[in-house]
């Protein structure tokens, strides 16, 4: 068994994440100790329960510490096996980071499997349900992990209620990718979203966002909702033929719908400008997809985060890979050479 000092790092619940994700697909029991201890309120929340309890249930696990304050959780995986799971956070959780615990194991289940979650979709600290879909997911295809996601409805801050059908196809083994040149540019599209709010608040969104991303030509769609909660926000995503580079923006009481999009255009635009081939959000989430691949992968982002160097921290002491880093002219260079592990199942 393996123990994990979950307060290493940003010290919040990635640790967790990575660390079971890569125990349910390697069959390693890990432990997990230190919880959040970072946070205000130390210990597992209840979004990450239902993570916990999830993944359990797909991999057949004996835990320990599934609950609500937890700041130890012991996980002894069994086989994956691809069934149709069904998660109600019950809460605005985020739907995006019961993703990262699930996505990569039920890559390596004998079948597709299916999984429906309920819960926050566009939610402060967490990726946005669409830079999953339109940035994460189109860049690890080119590691042959193919998934899909449909957002069947929005989940705001505070009553959540969202939901997402997501399906997963096996995998026999990843390969690697090298992500040092982003190849040439294929525009800049993005979504307006907005549940229970007049439409002039998303068409001031996308023409805010527009105007300050004008020599790109953005392509903003406009999505307009009657969803459970109330809430609005915008994703943006430039495509580039090797990658993409995501930002995004939440609205909230007060905040004018301009400075949302422009929030969000600002960021995408430091992205772009950076020269980097990911954005800071997706590199840490890339790190336990290169370590199971096969051969050597590599890419460039602007920043070193401390989300990214928890993920790189817990994927070496779980897989025994290794992860160089290098600065050069302003990008840090992170290289790897994956396990190449193989879905025996298949």
């Not at 505070?158 to 995998?171: I, L, Q, S, Y």
């Not at 926000?233 to 609205?251: F, H, K, P, Q, V």
């Amino acid at each position: 068994m393996l123990t994990i000092d979950g307060s290493y790092g940003e010290g919040g619940g990635q640790v967790l994440r990575t660390a079971l994700a890569l125990s349910a697909i390697t069959g390693k029991a890990v432990e997990v100790v230190n919880i959040r201890a970072n946070r205000p309120k130390p210990g597992l929340a209840t979004q990450h329960m239902h993570g916990v309890k999830a993944l359990a249930r797909l991999c057949n696990a004996r835990v320990e510490g599934a609950k609500v304050g937890s700041t130890r959780v012991y996980f002894e995986p069994g086989e994956i096996t691809p069934q149709r799971l069904r998660i109600d956070i019950g809460t605005a959780g985020s739907v995006s980071l019961i993703l990262q615990v699930l996505l990569l194991p039920c890559a390596f289940a004998k079948s597709e499997v299916l999984l429906e979650i309920k819960g926050g979709t566009n939610v402060r600290w967490s990726p946005p349900i669409d830079f999953v879909k339109h940035v994460l997911l189109p860049v690890v295809a080119k590691l042959g992990f193919s998934a899909e996601v449909e957002i069947l409805g929005r989940g705001y801050y505070p009553k959540g209620g969202g939901k997402v059908r997501v399906k997963v196809k096996p995998v026999k083994k990843l390969k690697g990718m090298v992500l040092l040149q982003r190849g040439r540019f294929l525009g800049v599209k993005g979504i307006a979203h907005a549940s229970n709010l007049p439409r002039h608040v998303i068409e001031r969104e996308a023409k805010a966002a527009s105007e300050l991303l004008a020599e790109y030509n953005p392509e903003i769609a406009l999505e307009e909702r009657r969803d459970f909660s109330t809430g609005t926000g915008i994703a943006l995503w430039a495509m580039y033929e090797n990658t993409r580079l995501g930002a995004s923006a939440l609205g909230e009481r007060g905040k004018p719908a301009e400075q949302v999009g422009e929030e969000a255009a600002r960021a995408l635009l430091v992205e772009i400008e950076s020269g980097a081939c990911v954005d800071t959000h997706l590199a840490d989430q890339l790190v336990p997809f290169l370590a199971l691949a096969e051969g050597r992968s590599a890419f460039t982002v602007r920043e070193l985060t401390g989300h990214l160097k928890t993920n790189i921290f817990v994927t070496e002491q779980i897989l025994g890979t290794r992860f160089k880093i290098r600065e050069e002219s302003k990008l840090f260079h992170i290289s790897t050479r994956g396990i190449g592990y193989e879905n025996i199942l298949i």
